[in-house]
């Protein structure tokens, strides 16, 4: 009698962790550090984006999916808000400047809560 167990690779190296695809994981916590990176090299985050939109379609954990629409959101808003800012800091000699924190801070909350409730295995 052959011992099968030996011959075949092991089954729970591939299966996912919490019910979570690994690769999908890996792609969404890639984009969460290109959007964290931003923060000091802002093209980090389009870069981050544009993997967002072209991953969108062929994602099949649901979670990921969240977090993806998650990320695409945060980039969004975050650059409308940005650019009214600049255009309030033009107008308003600095008091747009001074409201930028605000959008930052926001963008630095959205980045840390994905981050956790992916690493959780969680939705956002």
């Known amino acids: ?54 991953k969108s379609g062929s994602l099949t954990d649901p979670v990921i999916k969240s977090h993806n629409s998650w990320q695409i959101r945060t980039f969004w808003w975050m650059l409308l808000w940005s650019a009214l800012c600049m255009i309030l800091a033009t107008v308003t000699l600095g008091l747009g400047a001074i409201l930028m924190l605000v959008p930052l801070v926001w963008y630095i909350y959205r980045i840390v809560k994905g981050v956790m409730r992916l690493n959780d295995g969680k939705s956002v």
């Open 1 to 54: 009698m052959e011992n099968t167990d030996l011959a075949t690779p092991n089954k729970q190296s591939a299966e996912p962790k919490n019910g979570i695809d690994q690769s999908e994981k890996q792609f969404a916590l890639i984009v969460y550090i290109l959007q964290a990176v931003s923060i000091f090299i802002g093209v980090t985050s389009i870069v981050g984006v544009i993997m967002n939109h072209v």
